[in-house]
């Protein structure tokens, strides 16, 4: 390995993939803190409403969203039957699944649940961005 390779190397910070779901929502906790608007996040933590999603948001119109989370390192996304049928039957509001795999977050919509359950990520997402994550995009589109 030659100098200029090490250098570079050594000085470029490596793209690490959360292992869980918990570091996924702290990307997502910092991502809002550089945001302009007034957006409050609540991590769901239920054991007694299973299959509820993980994330409820509160945007600047204080309109609710809910966004269940998945960190997959392949192209299946693991939803469980519960979370499946909670997407679907509150499909009509603001509900999302939002995806991280290695360097790419995918944005599907609780309709699409049952088909991202079969397909995974080669169902066509709403949106897609690479790392550095289009955060006011992902967010717009969830939002409006």
């Known amino acids: ?8 190397l050594l000085t470029t910070r490596p793209r690490v993939q959360p292992k869980k779901e918990s570091g996924f929502y702290q990307e997502i906790r910092k991502a809002v803190g550089r945001l302009p608007k007034d957006i409050l996040l609540t991590r769901i933590e239920n054991w007694m409403t299973l299959g509820i999603p993980d994330l409820m948001i509160c945007d600047d119109k204080n309109q ?3 966004v269940e989370l998945k960190v997959t390192s392949g192209n299946v996304v693991k939803l469980s039957s519960l979370q499946i049928a909670w997407l679907t039957r509150h499909s009509r509001a603001s509900v999302w699944v939002l995806v991280r795999s ?4 995918y944005l599907y919509a609780g309709s699409q649940a049952v088909d991202l359950r079969i397909k995974g990520l080669k169902l066509k997402p709403i949106f897609k961005t690479e790392y550095p994550f289009d955060w006011p995009k992902t967010f717009s589109l969830i939002f409006d």
Do not use: A, S
């Open 1 to 8: 390995m030659n100098r200029d390779t090490l250098k570079k």
């Open 64 to 66: 609710f969203h809910f």
């Open 102 to 105: 290695q360097d790419t977050m």
